[in-house]
Each structure stands twice: as structure tokens, then as C-alpha cells.
């Protein structure tokens, strides 16, 4: 396990190429990480994306691995300009993705619930039956699947 370095085309290159020009730094442990959670979890949080945009634009409804493939499509090339910072890319412990996660949690929760369409081979069963519990300064409640407190 180590670090790798990508180019912003996705191509992954050596520490020289790290030297003069713009690199993207990616820890071996970070996608072994993904692969665990998925082998755990399933691959559902991930596809359940593509589902609910094909779906909200009248597309039928798809499998697992033609959500995966559309994914691997989507993301084949390069990183699209406006997701490149090159003062932070090259480093670990500086991103700032998700500053608060618990907040970006929640909302994640209140975007994937609201929503109403086909999905997945019945992805939104493994997401809206989990329960988040998001919390205010004065209040704590629990938001159910179909959103409401």
C-alpha cells in the first residue's frame, strides 16, 4: 500500500511527473476503503444516483451494472476543470469535500429520501430504511424515509 499519483486526464504517473507538472495524490487506503465498504454495504448508495437522474428525466428503469457501467462512462477522462485545486490536490488532510460532515450527512439523507421514482432494483430500500438522526441547537429528530420528521 502506499501513494499514488494521478494526472488530472486520470493517468496515473510517477513522482517525477509530481515534479513538473499538476498532480492529483490518492492513498491506496482510500480505495480499499470504497472496495470495503461497498463488499459490506453493497454498491446501492453509489448507483442510486444515476437512477434517480435517468429516472427524473423519463429514462426506464436500469440494473446495477448498467448504473455501474454509465458511472465508469461518466467518469472515464478527465477530472472536469471545476472539481481542480491545485493548491490542495497534491496533498493529503487539506480537502475540504465535506468540512462538517454531520451536516452534509443530513442533507445527503433529505436529498436522497425526497425524491420519488424508479430506482435501482429497489436501491432506495437499502438508503431511506436507515434512519439519520440530524440535531439543531435546540432540537433532536429523526428523519424517516419519506423525509418527515
Known amino acids: ?3 499514488k499519483f494521478f494526472t488530472y486526464d486520470g493517468k496515473q504517473c510517477g513522482f517525477i511527473r509530481k515534479m513538473v507538472d499538476d498532480v492529483i495524490l490518492i492513498e491506496d487506503a482510500w480505495i480499499n476503503e470504497m ?3 461497498c463488499a459490506t454495504n453493497g454498491y446501492d448508495t453509489l448507483l ?5 437522474v435517468l429516472s427524473a428525466k423519463g429514462h426506464p ?12 462512462q461518466f467518469f472515464k477522462g478527465e477530472v472536469p476543470e471545476v472539481l481542480q485545486n491545485t493548491d490542495i490536490d ?3 488532510g487539506k480537502g475540504n469535500l465535506f468540512a462538517k460532515p ?12 425526497k425524491p420519488v421514482g424508479k430506482v435501482v432494483g429497489g436501491g432506495i430500500n437499502a438508503v431511506s430504511g436507515v434512519l439519520k438522526k440530524t440535531s439543531s441547537k ?12
Open 35 to 37: 472496495k470495503g465498504h
Open 48 to 52: 442510486e444516483l444515476v437512477a434517480r
Open 138 to 149: 435546540n432540537q433532536s429528530s429523526e428523519v424517516t424515509e419519506d423525509g418527515s420528521e
Open 102 to 113: 454531520a451536516k452534509a450527512a443530513a442533507a445527503a439523507v433529505d436529498t436522497v429520501t
Open 1 to 3: 500500500m502506499g501513494t
Open 90 to 92: 497534491e496533498v493529503k
Open 61 to 72: 428503469a436500469i440494473s446495477r451494472a448498467q448504473a455501474f457501467i454509465v458511472l465508469q
